[in-house]
């Protein structure tokens, strides 16, 4: 008999989603993981070059299957409860390592995006800090049936935003960080150790999960 036990900590997979080891969005990522560690939550902290994958190519797949990059942040995806995307921006829209990324992953049955949380967090040297490709990179994901959580965090002017030690150099910024962190663990929380709600994602008011016009890429 299903109870509202959960076995143990909130699982969080962070992933930076730049391939430069030294960018804003690694350092950004670090931070919203540490800030998940001390609120309680174990945090898988990752970076996109951990997962290697040609671009996608339905010739590729059809003659080799899934790249195992794709395979490995599939499973890091499926043993999380919940995942921050670092994500940066190229020209006003989603990486193409990232979206790549998610092409791949869509591909594998059963769909490992579908109802997991997730909260888009970006740094950019720009005034913007990124935001116009947190709202591109949510369409995908949200086509896929991911949870996004509404309220993203984009850090403007990152390549001043650091201090040597990793926390926000604006100490409004930081606390509007750590607000955004800490709701979107308490809606996992709710999601994931009250197992008597029912998980509804509903496109349009009187949808049903299973009706067709809601099943499009997410099964």
Not at 29 to 50: K, N, P
Not at 59 to 67: C, N, Q, R, S
Not at 127 to 134: F, I, P, T
Request: proline share 6%.
């Amino acid at each position: 008999m299903p109870t509202d036990a959960h076995p143990g900590p909130l699982r969080v997979l962070v992933l930076g989603g730049a391939l430069r080891a030294g960018s804003s969005n690694a350092r950004l990522a670090s931070l919203v993981g540490h800030m998940m560690t001390a609120a309680g939550a174990v945090v898988d902290l990752a970076a996109m070059r951990e997962f290697d994958m040609p671009l996608y190519d339905g010739d590729v797949e059809a003659e080799g299957g899934v790249p195992d990059g794709a395979l490995a942040l599939r499973d890091r995806l499926e043993r999380c409860d919940a995942f921050v995307l670092a994500s940066p921006e190229y020209n006003a829209s989603v990486p193409g390592v990232v979206k790549n990324a998610i092409d791949w992953v869509s591909r594998i049955r059963p769909q490992p995006f579908k109802t997991k949380h997730a909260l888009l967090v970006s740094a950019s040297p720009s005034l913007v800090g990124g935001n116009r490709g947190l709202w591109a990179l949510r369409v995908p994901l949200e086509h896929l049936g991911t949870r996004v959580y509404p309220d993203m965090f984009s850090l403007a002017a990152a390549h001043q935003g650091f201090t040597e030690d990793g926390q926000l150099t604006d100490p409004a910024l930081q606390q509007r960080l750590e607000e955004t962190v800490t709701a979107f663990l308490r809606l996992v929380e709710a999601d994931a150790r009250y197992v008597c709600l029912q998980r509804r994602w509903y496109e349009f008011p009187g949808d049903r999960t299973g009706a067709a016009v809601t099943q499009r890429a997410e099964d």
